[in-house]
């Protein structure tokens, strides 16, 4: 069947199966791997992306259930050569070794930012509690998300 | 990563036509919502639909509405909504406490209350909860409509007593005075089934407990009604003892059984423990409310 | 010419917190990792597995796979048998089964391997196989694998009786040890178990493999922690020359020894490729990842240790290592219980006798990963625990009894009774920095008034020696490759170097490191240092990155071979300066005239002339290069202290780490914020490993922990804050004085955490012993009066 789904702002058109999961759906797009995926149980959340701005598995999702939703993945976090705050967080707190799980904090964190732009630690853990990290022990990465909840309303002070 | 096997899709546009569907094509098909319980069993190929009916359109099947006497539901109710609920938290407050352990944040945008109560695992903490505040389901079929109570909505493992060619369309949450209610739950880890848990709902008039609702979870094939010590809790004033002898009788009366999570006496003695907390973080909320 | 840059906090030239270079392609998701890559007329390969511990195949009926359409092959082992490729070697100089010919020894044990036209295609064929079992009975204790009536498993093996996987291994003083605890004040005796679990880094094994028929050429890209080592198993197994052979990591997510072994479905998409002739890819999936690759730890002990005046004196070990079903463990050759005789610990022994026994049980193969620097995760834990459990017989506090029993440091280099040189360490100042971040007494106190009102708090302690950095090559080498590692150096007439190694990150952040040492060494700054790694085509030899080494031993080549560059900079400077190379003193970055400051060579200027046609020094050729293949001296020795703070939920059982501290001691710290970062990883995992992570088995063997529904990997919500500190003792024979750290935290912090739980326990409950992992159930047994050791 034909699924036409809206990715970062463009829209992706293929003919796949009905069982095409949405995380493969957007991994076989060009230059759209940075979508990963880790498990098989729906536990991991390297697959995580935003469907109409909220964080969802990509990979418990069907690409056909998506058409008609906006689908972001890490890849719309640049824009205009300029990164987002939460990609500039994980650089300056060292909030990833391997870079395995990084697209599916950075997407949960965009979100929680968007959606609450002052998070405690306490807050920062509950939302990426359904990501898995197994390199960083997850404090340098609530590190990084405080650094760029502090730079957005620094960001926005100044504006 | 683990694949589905093939299937047919539509989405449906209409509660009918979802249910005309159903009718049409029997067994095979099965509906699908936030899909977080049926996709990973279709993934490891436990569960082979044919034929999958997406509801997720049925936008009209999503509110959370306040009415006099109760509370009523859409099933296409995400668990994030449920937990971000002010409504729900001052009224029902058991949903909140459930929705912050069940599953995880991201989980909860796609999953709906209608499919976990559809699919019937005994661990899913909402059956426990629905049960407990002593919800009706709304069904829509072929023929109509009809409502049902929780008891008896659980027939065995993950099954219910939603017809083959039958939708769950809403959850009513009765209101009444002086209510109550706690979940309480014990996971290995975040976002784990629970090992046990307990939602537990009191309402209190003149000091006495006039009704009372215990439900266990992950303690049986299927969510289970302490009715017997419900029925000990009525028409007394709360306390400690009382608490505990309820407790004791939902430990008797559950039926775990052995697995990763823990073996039968641990999970026993959790259905006590957690029926004693869920009990008195209930009455201390009952208390504190002002009759509306 | 260029000024020299200046050194900042942000920026350093040479060690210091220095943010990654690589961070730029992983947090805009342009990382490529294996399952990236798409070849043109790529195939993909996904593996039917055994669903029995242990049956006889009778038959394989691939006939309706081979049927389905977009399916372009079904290899099973009469297949390979003919490439002769049925079996390959293991690490650990046994064989192992690529597909299962005659009968199958573990659930999940690769039985054929479908190629299609794509992945969903591939698992729709994997349904249509039909193989006819007999089952067997199997054996997954492995306390029962001796029994004279245990089914044998390695029937396959000429000789072989029963399921033994390797003789007996001893180290230690037998007669002395019965001297100490004849003349000891107090013993304790413990059955200690380290359950099996499993390093399950997030991204899966798989490899591409690419073999092109006209020009005999092998390219593989594969996420291995040891590219080199597994290009000349290759090269062995597949009868091809090793430079036909190009190895490309990629980026790898995460590794944690998983990715050390050779897996069949390594060798059938490498066989897939050399007979079909078009790039194959094979990726596992989480639960064959959990199922069948090399899961971790599976020691089953028995212990007992003794203390005279307050002192310890002796140990002595028995252990059954469970290996599964092969011998498929990883270790230098002469070590068959790798480093596991370390348990003598951070203590001035007077004697330890230590025995290790191998054996098979119809389970996934393995034993060595999950960053346990070769058994010494499984040392540390035994010993650490042992200590407590005297500490509670002998009614002293445990970090008392550490102190009176800590290895001075005047005593250094110090060689234990077990037979190790540790290199140097001040355990007691180390010891007390991790007390005074932690507050010890404080929490002393407060554990009192808690216990007052029947709160269940506790405070427990880990200090741990390891050995990292294998290592000398007259001692260490795996298939008689030695545990040496090259270094190559070259600064291009620009000034500006690629450093090519043959350590392996699979997150550790070489790409900054490493090029951070040459910035130290050579005064070039990090962002004009290239590092290259990961591909067998353009990296000198080594064995790669696990058991902490890349610090200890490509740290050094790195350091050893700027050196070499920086020398003969001085060569080549002294000719363009006109003078004597003993007139020239070296500041970061440039050789200057002693008697003449301002008159110097900035190392820019020097490459420039190198490459130029000028006169160049006697006996010394053009550029400006070097190579070295180094040869550690010995491992190196980090130590640390460990404090957890636990509360357990007095009628639940329940366990909270609420906090950790960690005091490490790695020598000389290249990037302190990638140091910290590996730390807290680790902890995680021993907090993984302590409360929740394990892999269990039913009577027929069946695996229970198959997924990450029940396999549990802490969240963010059951990690603390973790609180770090340092001590420095420099390693004296590193070039840097630099140790090694990656896997100390996963050494260090289980006993930390169980030791917590049983302080928490002790008093009120009578607890005096727990086995891992100490999941609610589990410690409410234990509260019971019942704790049972997992299986």
């Known amino acids: 069947m034909e699924v036409k789904i809206t990715i970062n702002g463009q829209e992706v058109s293929r003919d796949v199966e009905p069982r095409t999961l949405l995380v493969h759906f957007i991994r076989d797009t060009p230059g759209l791997t940075g979508t990963h995926w880790g498990c098989d149980t729906s536990n991991c959340g390297a697959c995580v992306v935003l469907m109409d701005g909220k964080p969802v598995k990509s990979c418990t999702t069907l690409a056909a259930m998506c058409v008609g939703h906006e689908i972001r993945t890490v890849e719309s976090l640049e824009r205009n050569g300029q990164l987002d705050p939460v990609q500039l967080g994980f650089h300056e707190k060292h909030g990833l070794h391997c870079g395995f799980c990084t697209p599916g904090m950075l997407m949960t964190t965009r979100a929680l930012l968007d959606h609450n732009p002052n998070p405690t630690e306490q807050e920062i853990r509950t939302a990426i509690s359904g990501a898995i990290c197994r390199c960083t022990g997850y404090k340098n990465i609530v590190s990084a998300v405080r650094w760029a909840a502090e730079h957005e309303a620094a960001t926005k002070q100044e504006a | ?292 | ?791």
């Open chain 3, 1 to 791: 010419m260029a000024t020299m840059e200046t050194a900042t906090t942000e920026r350093p030239i040479g060690f210091g917190r220095l943010k990654r270079k690589e961070d730029a392609r992983f947090i805009r998701g342009k990382g490529t990792y294996l399952d990236d890559i798409r070849l043109p007329g790529m195939v993909h390969g996904v593996m039917l597995r055994s669903p029995y511990a242990h049956a006889r195949i009778v038959s394989i009926d691939t006939s309706a796979a081979l049927a389905h359409p977009g399916v372009a092959a079904v290899v099973t082992a009469k297949d390979l048998e003919t490439l002769g490729l049925a079996w390959m070697p293991t690490i650990s100089y046994d064989t192992q089964a690529v597909l299962a010919g005659d009968k199958v020894r573990f659930q999940g044990q690769e039985v054929a391997f479908v190629i299609a036209v794509d992945e969903y295609t591939a698992r729709d064929a994997l349904a249509l196989i039909d193989v006819e079992y007999e089952p067997l009975p199997a054996v997954v204790n492995a306390r029962k694998a001796l029994d004279p009536d245990a089914p044998l498993i390695r029937d396959d093996k000429d000789g072989q009786r029963d399921n033994l996987a390797s003789p007996l291994w001893e180290a230690g003083d037998s007669e002395a040890t019965d001297r100490a605890f004849a003349e000891a004040d107090t013993i304790v005796t413990r059955d200690i178990i380290y359950p099996r679990c499993h390093p399950a880094p997030l991204e899966t094994c798989g490899m591409i493999a690419d073999f092109n028929p006209d020009t005999g050429q092998l390219d593989i890209y594969n996420g291995n922690q040891a590219p080199n080592a597994h290009r000349t198993v290759y090269a062995h197994v597949a009868g091809l020359a090793e430079h036909m052979i190009r190895i490309r990591c990629n980026d790898i997510g995460g590794g944690f020894g998983n990715k050390v072994p050779v897996y069949p479905g390594y060798v059938c998409a490498i066989a897939g490729s050399i007979v079909a002739g078009v790039p194959v890819k094979w990726i596992e999936d989480r639960s064959e990842n959990l199922m069948s690759t090399g899961f971790a730890r599976d020691y089953v002990m028995h212990a007992e240790m003794c203390s005279k005046g307050g002192k310890i004196t002796g140990l002595r070990v028995d252990v059954i290592a469970d290996h599964g079903a092969f011998d498929s463990t990883a270790q230098p050759t002469k070590f068959p219980a790798g480093f596991f005789h370390i348990v003598c610990g951070s203590y001035d022994l007077e004697a330890a006798h230590v025995q290790v026994k191998a054996v098979y049980t119809n389970k996934a193969p393995g034993g060595v990963a999950y960053r346990c620097s070769f058994r010494i995760t499984e040392a540390v834990y035994l010993v650490e625990r042992m200590v407590d459990a005297l500490a509670l017989e002998m009614k002293v506090d445990p970090i008392d009894l550490r102190m009176n029993s800590f290895i001075a440091p005047e005593q250094f280099p110090y060689e234990t009774t077990t037979g190790w040189t540790y290199d140097s360490g001040e355990y007691a100042k180390t010891m007390r920095e991790a007390m005074r971040i932690a507050g010890y007494d404080e929490l002393r106190k407060e554990q009192a008034e808690k216990r007052a009102r029947g709160e269940l708090m506790g405070i427990g302690t880990s200090f741990f020696t390891e050995g990292v950095g294998a290592g000398p090559r007259k001692h260490m080498d795996i298939l008689g490759l030695a545990m040496n590692d090259g270094a190559d150096l070259r600064v291009h007439p620009s000034g500006k170097a690629v450093v090519s190694i043959s350590a392996q990150t699979q997150g550790q952040g070489h790409e900054t490191t490493f090029a951070q040492i040459v910035a130290e060494e050579l005064g070039i700054p990090p962002e004009d240092v290239q590092v290259r790694h990961g591909d067998t085509d353009k990296t000198p030899y080594g064995l790669g990155t696990y058991g902490s080494r890349s610090t200890p031993v490509s740290g050094a080549a790195v350091a050893v071979v700027s050196r070499k560059v920086r020398d003969r900079a001085r060569l080549i400077a002294a000719t363009m300066l006109e003078t004597r190379t003993e007139d020239l003193a070296w500041e970061k970055g440039r050789w200057y005239v002693k008697g003449d400051p301002e008159k110097g060579a900035m190392i820019e200027e020097i490459a420039a002339y190198a490459y130029s046609g000028e006169a160049m020094p006697e006996g010394i050729e053009g550029g400006l290069d070097a190579q070295v293949i180094y040869d550690p001296p010995n491992l190196t020795y980090p130590c640390g202290a460990y404090i957890c703070v636990v509360d357990v939920d007095p009628d639940t059982a329940a366990v909270k780490v609420r906090r950790f501290i960690a005091v490490d001691d790695c020598g000389v710290r290249i990037n302190p914020m990638i140091v910290e970062g590996q730390i807290h990883g680790g902890l995680a995992e021993g907090i993984g490993i302590a409360l929740m992570e394990v892999i269990t088995f039913d009577d027929e063997g069946n695996c229970l922990n198959g997924s990450f529904m029940d396999y549990l990997i802490p969240t963010a919500l059951e990690c603390p804050d973790f609180e770090l500190g340092e001590t420095v003792t420099p390693c004296p024979h590193h070039p840097l004085g630099a140790k090694g750290v990656g896997e100390s935290p996963n050494v260090g912090s289980p006993p930390a955490i169980v030791n917590a739980i049983i302080d928490a326990l002790h008093d009120s409950h009578g607890v005096d012993h727990i086995d891992m992992p100490c999941t609610p159930a589990r410690v409410w047994a234990a509260m019971q009066g019942r704790p049972e050791p997992p299986q």
């Open chain 2, 1 to 292: 990563m683990q694949t589905p096997a093939p299937f047919e899709y539509e989405r449906a546009t209409t509660v009918e036509g979802a249910i005309a569907t159903l009718a049409k094509i029997g067994p095979e098909a099965r509906l699908i919502a936030g899909g977080h319980s049926l996709l990973p069993m279709m993934k490891l190929r436990l569960a082979n639909p044919e034929y999958l009916i997406d509801i997720n359109d049925l936008d009209e099947l999503s509110y959370i509405d306040e009415r006099i006497t109760e509370i009523r539901i859409g099933a296409l109710t995400r668990h994030a909504e449920l937990l971000e609920s002010e409504l729900l938290a001052r009224r029902a407050p058991v949903f909140r406490d459930a929705e912050e352990v069940i599953a995880d944040p991201v989980v909860r945008n796609r999953g709906t209350i209608g499919g976990s109560l559809c699919q019937a695992d005994a661990a899913e903490d909402l059956s426990a909860v629905c049960a407990a505040l002593k919800a009706t389901v709304v069904l829509r079929g072929p023929e109509g409509e009809r409502t049902t109570g929780m008891n008896g909505f659980y027939i065995g493992p993950f099954t219910t007593a939603v017809g083959a060619d039958e939708m769950l369309t809403e959850v009513r949450i009765p209101l009444r005075s002086g209510a109550g209610s706690a979940h309480e739950k014990v996971e290995r880890r975040a976002g784990d089934f629970a090992i046990a848990a307990v939602s537990a709902a009191v309402w209190i008039e003149g000091g006495v407990i006039t009704d009372a609702g215990l439900a266990l979870g992950a303690l049986g094939p299927t969510t289970i009604i302490a009715t017997r010590a419900e029925e000990l809790l009525k028409g007394k004033p709360p306390s400690e003892e009382l608490f505990a002898q309820a407790g004791g009788i939902a430990k008797e009366d559950c039926s775990p059984v052995p697995d990763g999570r823990g073996p039968v006496d641990y999970k026993r003695h959790l259905a006590s423990v957690l029926s004693v907390r869920a009990l008195r973080r209930a009455t201390a909320r009952a208390l504190q409310h002002e009759d509306r």
